[in-house]
């Protein structure tokens, strides 16, 4: 069964510009919940899609946003970006929320923002 | 709001032994504790779940035990290979996220 999968792996970008980062969940997965991975900060979560809406969201500013297609897919968005937003942005699904549920991560796209 | 903290930030041990890595989190009301592996440059693999009324899963070498009165939680590996090289996680399940640890690094020297 094929996994959860993130495009693109890699990108690199500068200073002010908009990225769009995508992610396909496990077939059946409803829930897809987006995370940032930074040397200094660690895996802090940034936002959960169910059923095209978005139940939570982490502690990130406006230009973080996403959302759900109805078949699950989801893509997040980061608009003027700024030095600090390279990371590794993971996405994991699930059949239910995030919290009380599995998690399946993706490999993750790696964004360097120059 | 929850925090979860690894000791130690890194550890390396010669094949073979057996080592625990540990988790602590500050609020007990949790739904459910995980164990990550994450590889250089990867996504994360998920080792093992303990639900909020369990004690212990296990799985091969893995064993991960969860105190929820005491906001700790240990993963025990037995046997250490190379190939257990990598950052090990914690999450700790809320109601709406997972909130994470800054892991542990693992280094098995051959």
């Known amino acids: 069964k094929a996994g959860v999968t993130q495009t693109p792996r890699y990108l690199i970008k500068t200073r002010g510009q908009q990225v769009t980062l995508s992610c396909s969940p496990i077939s059946g997965h409803r829930s897809v919940s987006w995370y940032q991975q930074t040397p200094g900060q660690g895996l802090q979560f940034l936002f959960e899609y169910f059923s095209e809406t978005q139940r939570n969201k982490g502690n990130f500013p406006g230009r973080f946003s996403g959302r759900q297609f109805s078949n699950s897919r989801s893509e997040m968005n980061v608009s003027t970006l700024e030095l600090g937003d390279s990371a590794l942005y993971l996405c994991?699904?699930?059949?239910?929320?995030?919290?009380?549920?599995?998690?399946?991560f993706g490999a993750g796209s790696r964004l360097t923002v120059l | 709001k929850q925090e979860v903290t690894q000791i130690p930030a890194a550890l390396s041990v010669p094949e073979g032994e057996n080592l625990v890595l540990n988790c602590s989190f500050t609020d007990s009301a949790i739904y459910n504790l995980q164990w990550f592996r994450q590889d250089p440059g990867k996504g994360l693999t998920s080792l093992l779940l303990?639900?909020?009324?369990?004690r212990e899963q296990t799985s091969g070498r893995l064993n991960a035990s969860l105190d929820k009165s005491s906001g700790r939680s240990t993963l025990y590996i037995a046997a250490s290979q190379p190939g257990d090289s990598a950052t090990y996680l914690c999450a700790v399940g809320g109601a709406n996220n997972l909130f994470f640890g800054t892991g542990t690094r693992l280094t098995v020297i051959p």
């Open positions: 303990i639900q909020s009324s369990q």
């Open positions: 994991a699904s699930s059949l239910r929320d995030s919290g009380a549920n599995v998690l399946t």
